[in-house]
């Protein structure tokens, strides 16, 4: 098993936003992770990555425990992308690109960003840069030299992709990367998620497409209210009551078809 979470929970003050959550995710698999708006896919994301304390379970990403804050996670071979892309709008696509390559080799990401930003860090190397050239023809991003923040809402999510891809990561989590995307940026992330299956590696994905997500993927978890509702198979999750009744409230959990 590549990651494998048990027991986790987390608490916003009163609010309970996960509770004895499990997730697993095996070598070479896509596990797609839906659910409502405020079931808690965020925040099970935020407890992988380290963006979030979890205030009880356990996390093992390849055997290893997995804890301590996300620069370290990142070095054990974790990379995710954000809700609200988190790029550096100051950087071109091609330095942004550059730092998922470094944030696996380094922890001080914010300090590699200023460094690169003021030209008093030079951290790159020619492999980096020829890393980042065959990434950015793979998902189809051009002209390197923009800065970040000029980008579209697509094109800032395709960037970000490419980022953590370029951490080489054994577990990539990704926070609806969708969301606002196009056509040409919906078929490169798609392209990129079936490579990092290729590879053996895995992937978490989130998003609210539901029928696009059951298509890219091999297990389907919905959460419901901070729970698990459903572990299995896409179409059997798809065809589920417990989908149903998440989306639509118990009166749809007896109805067999709300298409
Ligand atoms: N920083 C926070 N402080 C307080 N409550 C929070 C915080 N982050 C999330 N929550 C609450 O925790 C619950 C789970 O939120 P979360 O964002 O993880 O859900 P989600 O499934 O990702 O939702 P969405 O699809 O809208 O992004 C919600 O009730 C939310 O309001």
């Known amino acids: ?34 659910g409502p708006n405020g079931a808690g896919k965020t925040t099970l994301v935020d407890l992988i990555s380290g963006a979030q304390r979890a205030d009880a379970g356990t996390l093992l990403l390849d055997g290893t425990p997995l804890r301590g804050p996300a620069s370290s996670r990142a070095r054990a071979g974790l990379a995710r992308t954000f809700q609200h892309p988190q790029l550096a709008p100051d950087l071109s696509v091609r330095d942004n690109l550059v730092l998922g390559r ?16 003021t030209g008093v860090l030079h951290p790159r190397s020619a492999s980096d840069d020829a890393a980042v050239e065959r ?4 998902l189809g991003i051009g002209r390197l030299d923009r800065a970040a923040g000029d980008l579209t809402l697509g094109e800032q999510r395709l960037v970000e992709v490419g980022r953590a891809l370029g951490q080489e990561p054994l577990v990539l989590l990704l926070d609806e990367p969708f969301a606002g995307a196009d056509a040409h940026g919906i078929s490169g992330i798609s392209d990129a998620i079936r490579a990092v299956r290729q ?29 698990v509702a459903f572990d299995g198979d896409p179409a059997d999750c798809l065809a589920s009551p417990q989908l149903r009744r998440a989306y639509f409230g118990e009166w749809a959990e007896g109805l067999s078809d709300v298409s």
């Open 135 to 138: 990434l950015a023809a793979e």
């Open 199 to 227: 590879r053996g590696h895995g992937v978490v994905l989130v998003d609210h497409n539901i029928d696009l997500v059951s298509a890219l993927v091999d297990r389907m978890m919905l959460l419901e209210l901070g729970a």
């Open 1 to 34: 098993m590549l990651l494998d979470g048990s027991g986790l929970g987390k608490d916003y003050g009163g609010v309970r936003a996960l509770s004895e959550v499990s997730i697993r995710v095996d070598r070479g698999e896509v596990l797609g992770l839906v």
């Open 102 to 117: 470094l944030a696996a080799r380094h922890g001080r990401w914010w300090d590699l960003v200023r460094g690169i930003a």
